[in-house]
């Protein structure tokens, strides 16, 4: 009976329900998940990856789903095996949390925002387990050590909104292990995390599962994490299985043409090795690729010095400033005309605000800001209008940035409009180029945005940012949200324009691989300040700070040969960023380590 598989999936077929008559969302998928075994489904945004873990849960009923065939094999605790599918929803009701545990992707919404973590970690044990409250406040403790949260007896009290990201997580697969499933789904568990807290959480899910023998069926679309997770692959494409194999015959020998194109669009650490300039990504299928490295120029286009925001806390019967978040501390910079700098760090570390202060769409309390000879910080409202002309932003979230009521023609006009540059006829022809630039067809210029995918929205973002012919790019996490197919071609055509228009990109991200690939220089932020800042190949072959040395060791790589293990990472938890007002920061020094490589001496706090 060992060899027994704990869940089979066989012939599944999932249909939606539309005004438009049944929309399939799964058809004929069949795979099994045996003990003790991990296997990662992959796929891209609509492939039917997430389809098919609802319906092993009986979920998908509640998202307008219905199972319209195939059969759904579950093997019990004691022994029987029983068809999901058929199963009525007060047993799904015992198998759930009990036998299947699921960790979702987005921890805040899995948790409920009115109970505190340690009613939700035990509500779960009481029901199924028939544990008193003393019993189940003992195995909440010890589960939550097991996921290593610090002081697990505060946290017990708290809230969910009073813990950071990554912790919110770890009490979301502390709640899902609780009852010791057979089998433990993990929908994109790691996507809204941050490269070192990511790092952590596979090597922890990874743990529990050889200590438990629990069986995983983990749901992603990063390959690097596959690589580092995964025993079987089932590669999914629109609905349908298209490629199932081991671990090490998917990457290194792959059949079908769309799990070769997936890998190839997968950049990886270490690939631009021994390359002065950042080059776009050779695709599959592409014809006509214009693969030649982008140098860039010698002149200085931006120079930023001693850059610092900070944003009141207020508090206190009068509301008065109590304390401050000092998110940009003292940062110091220059980026070339035609060149690219990228910020990287994790979340909090002051990137994003980085770049707001920079086009003051947040106001900095100190620092220069020079953009080809303009004083930036020196500008009134009118004269700070006028110099937008020369500096844009691509947004993180296209959606959030487009109108949704507006034609895509519209946005796109609306800069040159505002501007007067250009009218009538022109304007239109200006837009239609600029579709050009960004590949997409002209007949999308009627569209709206939800009827855009992801992808396309942001060529229209990256589009509308070239309206004006800026000399700036300020991209705030340009690609993060995109799959990774669609993220390289969005990376190759901003290669493609600043070698063809000659921009300057500053580049926010927390993909070390992305940044590898994009980047002329690289400035390492921690904590509001840059600790190290130099030509790219010399930060990546070369990281002399210890936290850029930790941030390089946390990123999964996609080559199963190149797996990380726990005692890898050891990272220190992050200080707050919040001081009381009147608190002095030193000011930043750096030292030379190499020509034009310097690193931060001031004690960063890492």
């Given amino acids: 009976m060992l060899d027994q598989p704990i869940a089979q999936i066989k012939k599944l077929?999932?249909?939606?329900?539309?005004?438009?008559?049944?929309?399939?969302?799964?058809?004929?998928?069949?795979?099994?998940?045996?003990?003790?075994?991990?296997?990662?489904?992959?796929?891209?945004?609509?492939?039917?990856k997430s389809v098919s873990s609802l319906s092993l849960m009986r979920l998908v009923e509640f998202g307008g789903g219905e199972i319209a065939g195939g059969q759904l094999l579950f093997d019990r605790r004691d022994g029987e095996e029983m068809d999901l599918s058929k199963a009525d929803q007060d047993l799904m009701k015992q198998i759930r949390g009990n036998e299947i545990g699921m960790i979702?992707?987005?921890?805040?919404?899995?948790?409920?925002?009115?109970?505190?973590?340690?009613?939700?970690?035990?509500?779960?044990?009481?029901i199924h387990k028939d544990m008193s409250k003393s019993q189940a406040e003992e195995r909440a403790l010890e589960l939550l050590r097991q996921v290593r949260i610090p002081e697990p007896e505060r946290r017990l009290q708290q809230y969910p909104h009073e813990l950071s990201g990554g912790m919110r997580q770890r009490v979301v697969i502390a709640m899902a292990m609780a009852c010791e499933p057979r089998l433990l789904?993990?929908?994109?568990?790691?996507?809204?995390?941050?490269?070192?807290?990511?790092?952590?959480?596979?090597?922890?899910?990874?743990?529990?599962?050889?200590?438990?023998?629990?069986?995983?069926?983990?749901?992603?679309?990063?390959?690097?994490?596959?690589?580092?997770?995964?025993?079987?692959?089932?590669?999914?494409?629109?609905?349908?299985?298209?490629e199932e194999g081991t671990?090490?015959?998917?990457?290194?020998?792959?059949?079908?043409?769309?799990?070769?194109?997936?890998?190839?669009?997968?950049?990886?650490?270490?690939?631009?090795?021994?390359?002065?300039?950042?080059?776009p990504m050779k695709l599959l299928g592409v014809e006509g690729q214009n693969i030649a490295p982008i140098p860039g120029t010698e002149d200085v286009l931006?120079?930023?010095?001693?850059?610092?925001?900070?944003?009141?806390?207020?508090?206190?019967?009068?509301?008065?400033?109590?304390?401050?978040?000092?998110?940009?501390?003292?940062?110091?910079?220059?980026?070339?005309?035609?060149q690219t700098l990228s910020l990287v760090?994790?979340?909090?570390?002051?990137?994003?605000?980085?770049?707001?202060?920079?086009?003051?769409?947040?106001?900095?309390?100190?620092?220069?800001?020079?953009?080809?000879?303009?004083?930036?910080?020196?500008?009134?409202?009118?004269?700070?209008?006028?110099?937008?002309?020369d500096m844009q932003m691509i947004f993180q979230d296209?959606?959030?940035?487009l109108n949704p009521q507006m034609q895509l023609l519209d946005q796109v006009a609306e800069p040159m409009r505002n501007y007067g540059v250009a009218s009538g006829s022109e304007l239109q022809d200006r837009v239609a180029q600029l579709f050009d630039k960004v590949q997409l067809p002209r007949s999308f210029m009627r569209r709206f945005p939800h009827e855009m995918s992801g992808g396309q929205r942001q060529r229209i973002a990256i589009a509308r940012a070239l309206a004006l012919n800026p000399k700036l790019i300020i991209a705030d996490e340009a690609v993060s949200a995109l799959d990774v197919s669609v993220q390289a071609q969005v990376l190759n055509l901003m290669m493609e324009l600043q070698s063809e228009l000659g921009l300057s990109y500053l580049f926010i991200s927390h993909d070390m691989a992305v940044v590898e690939r994009v980047s002329h220089y690289v400035g390492v932020m921690y904590l509001g300040r840059i600790v190290e800042?130099?030509?790219?190949?010399?930060?990546?072959?070369?990281?002399?700070?210890?936290?850029?040395?930790?941030?390089?060791?946390a990123v999964p790589i996609a080559d199963p040969n190149k797996r990380k293990s726990e005692k890898d990472l050891n990272f220190k938890p992050i200080p707050s960023p919040i001081h009381p007002v009147g608190h002095k920061p030193e000011p930043s020094h750096y030292q030379e380590v190499e020509p034009g490589h310097f690193i931060l001496t001031t004690d960063s706090g890492y």
């Fill in 533 to 553: 800042l130099g030509p790219r190949a010399r930060v990546f072959e070369n990281p002399q700070h210890a936290y850029t040395q930790a941030l390089m060791k």
């Fill in 398 to 401: 296209p959606f959030a940035s």
């Fill in 247 to 279: 671990v090490k015959e998917i990457f290194e020998n792959p059949q079908h043409d769309y799990t070769k194109a997936l890998l190839a669009a997968v950049p990886k650490l270490g690939e631009m090795r021994g390359k002065s300039a950042p080059e």
């Fill in 13 to 48: 077929r999932v249909e939606f329900q539309t005004k438009d008559g049944p929309v399939v969302g799964v058809e004929d998928v069949s795979f099994e998940v045996n003990p003790g075994e991990t296997v990662c489904i992959v796929g891209e945004s609509g492939s039917g």
């Fill in 302 to 338: 931006l120079t930023v010095k001693n850059l610092t925001t900070r944003f009141p806390v207020k508090g206190g019967l009068l509301r008065r400033t109590i304390s401050n978040v000092h998110a940009v501390e003292d940062v110091s910079f220059t980026l070339n005309k035609g």
């Fill in 185 to 242: 789904i993990a929908d994109e568990p790691t996507t809204a995390l941050d490269v070192t807290i990511q790092a952590e959480i596979l090597a922890l899910m990874d743990r529990l599962k050889r200590e438990t023998g629990t069986a995983v069926m983990f749901i992603t679309h990063d390959m690097a994490v596959v690589a580092q997770m995964a025993d079987r692959v089932v590669v999914m494409f629109r609905g349908n299985k298209v």
């Fill in 345 to 389: 760090g994790e979340s909090g570390c002051g990137k994003s605000s980085a770049g707001r202060s920079i086009l003051r769409l947040v106001e900095p309390m100190a620092g220069e800001v020079n953009l080809d000879g303009v004083d930036i910080m020196k500008l009134d409202q009118s004269g700070l209008r006028k110099a937008r002309l």
């Fill in 104 to 126: 979702f992707q987005e921890p805040m919404t899995a948790l409920n925002p009115v109970f505190t973590v340690g009613r939700q970690l035990t509500e779960g044990l009481r």
